[in-house]
């Protein structure tokens, strides 16, 4: 769509509450404009500034997820099911393995493999998912590129997915990646670079990431901490008791 009017249209069909989104430029929460009554359309685009966009249904979801596919043109291979957790739009945490049944982690990797040759896949993939509290998995998003929910393989599996991505757009042999240890990622924001810091001495069991970030900006992804863990949520509570991700 590329006007009010057309927008109208769309909320007739899908109504309320949906999620309106810019077809390009739309990550962390960028781009995406949530609309759970009429009076939320104040804070949409006039027609003269009204980029292409969708509009979106929102789903009854339990909570989100993604799945990480790569592939080298003919052969694809799958990193585990993942629980992501979400504050203000941006990936907050990650656990990983995420804690679903079989046959919902059977179904993430049977739709990774059905997408990843689909599209002849050559690298690696992320892909957004639903999971409802049904155990139904829907696709959300594709991320055709390593993805930030996969940051905690470059710790917790033998390949990771930049390795598996390099192997995959050489079109070289993939080998399986194995999970070797469970493991919970946390984003560093702008706003937690200083507790953080001041934190990691006191916690070797934090691998610390600094992507080496000129401007410290708050929301901006400025790192991320991935630790090994045998229980992900009693390791996500004890981060969060460090009180460094405090709004």
Not at 192 to 202: D, G, I, Q, Y
Not at 215 to 229: A, D, F, Q, Y
Request: glycine share 6%.
């Amino acid at each position: 769509m590329n006007s009010r009017e057309e927008l109208d249209a769309a909320l007739e069909e899908i109504g309320f509450p949906a999620v309106l989104k810019t077809c390009e430029g739309g990550y962390d929460g960028h781009g995406q404009i949530v609309l759970r009554e009429p009076a939320d359309l104040a804070d949409v685009w006039p027609d003269d500034a009204f980029p292409p966009a969708i509009l979106e249904g929102f789903v009854n979801f339990a909570f989100e997820a993604s799945i990480l596919v790569s592939g080298n043109g003919k052969d694809y291979r799958t990193f585990p099911i993942v629980h992501n957790i979400h504050r203000n739009n941006i990936l907050h945490m990650t656990l990983a393995p995420a804690k679903v049944s079989e046959n919902v982690a059977r179904t993430a990797h049977e739709l990774a493999i059905e997408l990843a040759r689909g599209f002849e896949l050559a690298g690696t993939l992320a892909i957004e998912l639903f999971v409802t509290p049904e155990g139904k998995v829907i696709v959300n998003e594709l991320a055709p590129r390593p993805h930030n929910s996969g940051h905690y393989t470059i710790e917790a599996c033998d390949f990771d997915q930049f390795d598996m991505h390099i192997l995959g757009i050489c079109g070289w042999s993939l080998p399986q990646p194995k999970l070797l240890s469970p493991a919970v990622m946390v984003n560093v924001l702008g706003q937690h670079v200083e507790p953080t810091r001041a934190a990691a001495p006191e916690h070797p069991e934090w691998h610390v990431h600094d992507y080496g970030k000129a401007v410290v900006k708050h929301n901006r992804k400025m790192g991320h901490i991935t630790v090994l863990c045998d229980d992900p949520a009693c390791a996500a509570e004890l981060l969060e008791a460090t009180h460094c991700w405090d709004e």
